[in-house]
């Protein structure tokens, strides 16, 4: 079946830096990916979408210049934390959609805790 | 008022019991649904879709209710290995496309 990757799985970083996270879809075209947030305890919550070649369409409430999402081909979205502060550790997952199909794939996490 | 609400559980049933949980979703032009299962500290993976009619797979059965837009998920004779957070996800317009919405999700545990 389709995989999405995600990497890394687990970053601990000290407040004030960046951390770019790395989705790739391995074995189809994705032409949209979408970025989630979970707390524990809580939903995934939509953080942005982003289509291949064009500027991610962030969730209301997301702010787009500390969640920089870049989608520069159909293979491979990154989204990259920056400047991280505490209340930014969370679970943060993507989900690639398949072009011309009505299924998202995700990725497997990554656990992103700011000290 | 929340797209997807959930029943948060936890339902704890010993081996072999039958648990039954649902999920209501506001928005009525959602297209299609779908249960997930989530365990601890990993990514959500589809269980099943759930289709009008109403489907089974396996000790799984789904069904929808779109009048009262409320979907329901049956697991009979419970495994251990059930135990997990199912996580109600819903396909709903988003401007010119579609978006999942989730349900906070209804955790089970199935003890020996």
């Known amino acids: 079946g389709a995989v999405v990757s995600q990497h890394p799985s687990w970053v601990i970083c000290k407040s004030g830096t960046s951390v770019k996270i790395e989705c790739r879809s391995l074995?189809?075209?994705?032409?949209?990916m979408f970025w989630y947030r979970q707390f524990p305890k809580q939903s995934l919550m939509l953080m942005a979408t982003?289509?291949?070649?064009?500027?991610?369409?962030?969730e209301q409430g997301v702010e787009k210049d500390k969640f920089l999402i870049n989608h520069a081909s159909l293979t491979l979205s990154t989204l990259t934390v920056t400047s991280a502060h505490p209340e930014d550790s969370s679970f943060y997952i993507c989900?690639?959609?398949?072009?011309?199909?009505?299924?998202?794939?995700f990725g497997a996490g990554t656990r992103l805790s700011v000290l | 008022r929340k797209e997807v609400e959930q029943d948060p559980g936890p339902f704890n049933v010993p081996e072999g019991a039958t648990v039954a949980f649902n999920c209501t979703y506001s928005?009525?032009?959602?297209?299609?649904f779908f249960w997930y299962r989530q365990d601890c500290r990993k990514e959500p993976k589809l269980l099943m879709s759930?289709?009008?009619s109403g489907n089974e797979d396996g000790r799984f059965t789904a069904q929808l209710n779109r009048a009262s837009q409320y979907i329901s998920l049956l697991i009979r004779d419970s495994k251990l290995s059930d135990s997990a957070t199912y996580l109600c996800?819903?396909?709903?317009?988003?401007?010119?496309?579609?978006?999942?919405?989730f349900g906070a999700g209804t955790t089970v545990t199935v003890r020996a």
């Open positions: 989900s690639a959609r398949a072009v011309a199909k009505n299924i998202q794939y």
């Open positions: 982003s289509n291949e070649g064009s500027k991610a369409t962030y």
């Open positions: 928005n009525s032009a959602s297209q299609s």
């Open positions: 759930v289709y009008s």
């Open positions: 074995d189809f075209q994705a032409t949209t």
């Open positions: 996800v819903v396909n709903t317009p988003w401007g010119n496309d579609y978006k999942l919405s």
